[in-house]
């Protein structure tokens, strides 16, 4: 019997064969999408579990609370913190801290960059990375130590086999290899958010100028830079241990100055396994965006299995001579459910085989798209099959339910009687109309997403990204000594316009903000929170920002200069440090207009003055996400990373030949990073540009999918009613009337799911620019255009069977049946 | 073999009420060649449903041997209606995607025959209807003639008591429509008991027994000399 029923199905399946592709391809499209964001969902949320202590280990976040502020969370703590834990809290059972170095050494004969991370020597009994060679328990157990991944030994030393082997750094200073581990999977912290290939133990000494300020760190409670991890004894609540945070880190911290007293400052335990998907300072994958994956996945999805149900359906509702017949000859019912259930299952097997096809040629690209690297491990057979099974079986399943149940429930004398008018119109029209809801609404999204993406990108800076230079590198012993050599040495270089450095360039995603006030200003009243930025003579000029009032920083003042440490001295001798205002802060600070401003006095941290010498136009330091911060520019030279050179417009090739020269030349030991500013710029709308890529493509697909759907029904309708056109034929009916009739049934549905998707889309892509300071508006031409094309695309396709049929002559239709 | 007492079928719509049979008595024997006459809407295709367990009459009683089976649900009707009944339809009623061979074999297929038995009769039902040589074709290569044989090979192998033949020759020419009833005839020796419905005199002259419907109700019952 079983044979009986495949054999049915396989030439029902040949027989027809146009919807057999028209179904097949389009669910084998739909299960690989899913597919492919089911598995990058995978990923994402089974960071780090396989460690086999992950349950009991936290990282530690700083937390800050006070009244009218969103509150503040920090990855980064003191460095002092982690001992202290381990110490004075009887539930740790060990802490590891993460602090991360750029070293330089040669390679190949040229200076090249690397980061390390200096970690406590239990690094690796919390971290399960497997060594390929060394012990985990001794290998960092001592300074002067370094462990390091296969790819890195095999880098520098071209093989793995690389214990006792020493990296020798620029400094002089020489690390000894006592292990090598396997490269780090793709899902775990430590490839992603922090990254890590080389590791050493804390008191590691690299005499490059960087030691004495980090073993500075040791009693620096308000220097937040170090990652802290815990081990929690087993069975330890880590709820339990919140209420002591406050009073132990007010034990050791001194209290801010001039701090209001309603700020609450703790600490918090964030489990290991969920800190990818609880990104803090925005960096790993958001819920928010997960669910976005989530959503688009099951609508693309959705459209494909509606298409497989609604052709399934209105296909097997012509087979109901052939239920009579076997129903005629003894069939109980469970049989021929099985038979439609099998030859459902059947073709859905096959899509399902197609789409892990699909799958295999397309998830580099769509990993390419999304811009992350996942393992090869997860791409395996067994994965592809757990992401593609379910919704194989389930398609299958519901695909042949309806038939199964509906055309064997009636007695055979009814379906012998004839062709049936193919039942369950209303519902598949039901299904058409939320097909086209839902890549309506798609379509809405990607042209809103890509018009916002072109609006930020072309948004104005407050700056000139183009034209400019920048070198990165500086903030080290050697670079920051030759900060003004370099600088002057650049200036003379024939097509450089201005020079000047600074901490970071917009889009750097810095964040270094500070409490300011006014004099005078009651105690009570909240400080100010505003971006500071470091800056040194020249770099707002360089930068592009148009000056309004006052002055900028001069080399002709040399009190213009401060340093982070003579800031935070508070010596009392009471010089006030010069700083230079953006209008936003100028505003903030209700100081009237740019010119009022110059000259008065701002309070930083609460008591250390600041005089205004300068105001200059706004900046966007993030991106069009938010709006002008208010910053203040302070000149500071122990802050110094990046040189900003701004070329003329005749600069050209061996401008920048020169430019790499003079850095090469004054900074030998120092690896020359080269970009363009306005290049580094577009990366941060990169991700934006990426995800309104992806979502073009899948409301391509979405489109594409629903319109195969509707090519099938469309097929499917012009041969059901084939004998009514040849009547209306006969009765007068032109060609063009019955083009008429049969485009008009399928409008409908699309017409009501544009009444459908219109508000919907509003709704989300409301919501979605709302998180944008500079943002396009909502435009309705947009949503009708969508609805336009969405029927355009809709008539195109019904309309090549409508003719078909109705140009046929009127006897051939009536004699069919 | 059969015997339908007081037996009425309506049909309901929400508008109106059609009485298709109305008190209908019959009694049909083992080994009858019963031909069931009568003009259209007569509800001669209502009786032959009812009797062949397609359809549940809406009062009367109908014996099928010993057992009452007018209140019967489907799955016990199906269950009778297999071991007992064979069908054959104006329009063939073939499965497309079957061949010649594997439609007659389906008929066994819902009885639990081993494989090799269901072949060999399968074999000997197309050889028995002449049809043997093209037992690999598909029914939409075959002539009106031949399916129709197909459709009687595929009524007999599972070797039922009863034939129900609903208009076998209407989609025939004569000379075909003639063999169809040279071998329900030889059906009929063999001792099947056949009951058809037809339009054709020439045709209803081959069974020994004619009853004549109208408005649902027999008006007439002719028996023809052996």
Request: hydrophobic fraction near 45%; charged fraction near 20%.
């Amino acid at each position: 019997m079983l044979l009986n029923y495949l054999r049915v199905a396989l030439r029902v399946l040949v027989r027809q064969r146009l919807y057999t592709v028209l179904n097949g391809v389009g669910l084998a499209l739909g299960i690989a999408t899913a597919a492919m964001m089911g598995l990058f969902v995978w990923h994402e949320t089974h960071f780090d579990g396989f460690h086999g202590q992950a349950g009991r280990i936290f990282r530690v976040l700083q937390a800050r609370y006070q009244p009218a502020h969103a509150p503040s969370r920090m990855v980064v703590t003191s460095k002092p913190l982690g001992p202290t834990l381990a110490q004075d809290l009887p539930e740790v059972e060990t802490m590891v801290r993460v602090a991360r170095h750029f070293i330089v050494l040669r390679h190949q004969g040229t200076p090249v960059e690397d980061r390390i991370a200096l970690v406590d020597a239990p690094f690796f009994r919390l971290f399960d990375f497997p060594f390929l060679a060394g012990d985990p328990a001794t290998a960092l157990k001592d300074p002067g130590t370094v462990v390091m991944t296969e790819s890195q030994a095999r880098r520098y030393f071209g093989t793995s086999d690389a214990v006792g082997r020493t990296l020798m750094l620029t400094s002089g200073t020489g690390l000894t290899v006592t292990g090598v581990v396997r490269d780090l999977p793709s899902n775990t912290l430590f490839s992603r958010e922090l990254p890590l290939t080389l590791w050493t133990n804390i008191a590691t000494k690299f005499h490059d100028g960087w030691d004495p300020m980090f073993a500075d760190q040791d009693e620096k409670w308000r220097n937040d830079f170090i990652h802290t991890f815990v081990l929690l004894k087993p069975g330890v609540d880590p709820a339990t241990l919140a209420p002591r945070f406050p009073a132990l880190l007010a034990a050791h911290r001194q209290p801010m100055r001039a701090a209001t007293p309603d700020v609450v400052e703790t600490l918090e335990l964030q489990p290991l396994t969920a800190m990818h998907i609880d990104p803090i300072e925005g960096i790993g994958t958001s819920p928010a965006t997960l669910a976005a994956f989530v959503g688009v996945a099951a609508l693309v999805l959705g459209i494909a299995m509606v298409n497989f149900i609604n052709l399934s359906t209105a296909r097997s509702s012509l087979r109901a001579r052939e239920v009579a017949i076997r129903k005629t000859l003894g069939s109980r019912r469970g049989q021929l459910v099985g038979q439609f259930l099998l030859e459902s299952a059947l073709l859905a097997l096959a899509s399902g085989l197609l789409g892990l096809v699909l799958v295999e040629l397309a998830m580099p690209r769509f990993l390419g798209l999304l811009n992350v690297r996942v393992d090869g491990g997860f791409l395996s057979g067994g994965w592809l099959l757990v992401a593609v099974l379910p919704p194989v079986l389930a398609v299958g399943l519901l695909g042949g339910l309806y038939p199964a149940l509906v055309l064997s429930r009636p007695r055979p004398t009814s379906l012998l009687r004839g062709p049936q008018a193919a039942g369950g119109g209303r519902l598949r029209a039901a299904l058409v109309m939320l097909q086209f809801t839902a890549a309506i609404v798609l379509v809405i999204a990607t042209i809103v997403m890509g018009q916002q993406t072109r609006y930020a990108s072309t948004q104005d800076l407050g700056f000139r990204p183009e034209g400019a230079v920048v070198l990165r590198g500086l903030d080290r012993p050697a670079g920051l000594a030759g900060v003004q050599a370099l600088r002057d040495a650049l200036s003379r270089i024939p097509g450089v316009v201005s020079v000047g450095a600074a901490a970071n360039v917009p889009s750097d995603r810095s964040v270094w903000t500070n409490n300011y006030r006014l004099p005078g200003e009651a105690d009570s009243e909240p400080d100010l929170l505003f971006r500071t930025e470091p800056v040194d003579v020249g770099y707002l000029d360089a930068l592009g920002v148009p000056r309004l009032a006052g002055r900028l920083f001069d080399p002709d003042h040399p009190a213009d200069i401060t340093s982070r440490a003579g800031l935070r001295a508070g010596d009392g001798n009471r010089v006030a440090v010069p700083i230079v205002l953006s209008a936003a802060a100028v505003k903030r600070l209700g100081l009237g207009t740019a010119d009022q401003a110059v000259g008065r006095t701002v309070l930083y941290g609460g008591d250390e003055p600041l005089t205004v010498i300068g105001v200059v136009d706004d900046v966007q330091f993030d991106s069009a996400r938010s709006s002008f911060e208010p910053t203040i520019y302070m000149a500071m030279r122990d802050e110094l990373s990046i040189m900003l050179v701004r070329l003329a417009p005749n600069a050209d090739a061996a401008t920048l030949a020169a430019i790499d020269d003079t850095w090469r030349r004054l900074l030998p030991d120092l690896p020359l990073k080269r970009e363009f500013l306005d290049d580094h710029i577009r990366q941060v709308y990169e991700e934006e540009a990426r995800q309104s890529d992806l979502l073009a493509l899948f409301s391509g697909l979405a489109i594409l999918i629903a319109c195969l759907g509707l090519f099938g029904l469309a097929a499917f309708t012009a041969e059901r009613r084939t004998k009514e056109i040849g009547l209306r034929k006969v009765l007068g009916a032109t060609v063009a009337d019955i083009v008429r009739l049969l485009v008009w049934q399928f409008s409908k549905p699309v017409l009501m799911a544009n009444l459908v998707a219109w508000p919907l889309a509003w709704v989300v892509m409301g919501r979605w620019l709302g998180g944008f300071a500079y943002r396009v508006q909502l435009d309705p031409l947009i949503f009708a255009l969508a609805g336009l094309s969405a029927l355009l695309i809709a008539w195109a396709t019904v309309a090549g069977h409508a003719a078909r049929v109705a140009a046929a002559k009127p006897v051939t239709a009536l004699r069919y049946e | 073999m059969l015997k339908l007492v007081d037996l009425t079928k309506v049909y309901r719509t929400e508008e109106v009420e059609t009485t298709a049979l109305n008190q209908v008595n019959i009694h049909i024997k083992q080994g009858e060649f019963v031909a069931i006459m009568g003009p259209s809407g007569c509800g001669k295709s209502s009786l032959l449903n009812i009797v062949g367990m397609l359809d549940n009459p809406s009062s009367g009683q109908y014996w099928f041997g010993d057992e009452e089976v007018a209140g019967y649900g489907e799955r016990r009707l199906a269950d009778i209606r297999k071991k007992n009944i064979g069908f054959i339809f104006q329009s063939f009623n073939l499965i497309d995607e079957l061949t010649v061979f594997e439609n007659v074999e389906l008929a066994l297929l819902y009885h639990d025959i081993p494989s090799r038995e269901r072949k060999e009769r399968v074999k000997e039902a197309l050889a028995k209807v002449n049809i043997a040589h093209r037992e690999s074709h598909l029914p939409q290569q075959l002539s009106g003639g031949q399916q129709q044989r197909v459709a009687i090979a595929r009524a007999v192998v599972s070797r039922p008591r009863m034939l129900l033949a609903d208009e076998p020759t209407g989609n025939l020419d004569s000379a075909n429509g003639e063999e169809v009833m040279n071998m329900l005839t030889e059906l009929n020796g063999e001792g099947t008991t056949i009951v058809m419905v037809t339009h054709s005199m020439p045709h209803a002259q081959y069974a020994r027994r004619i009853i004549n419907l109208f408005d649902g109700q027999v008006v007439a019952e002719n028996l023809r000399a052996a």
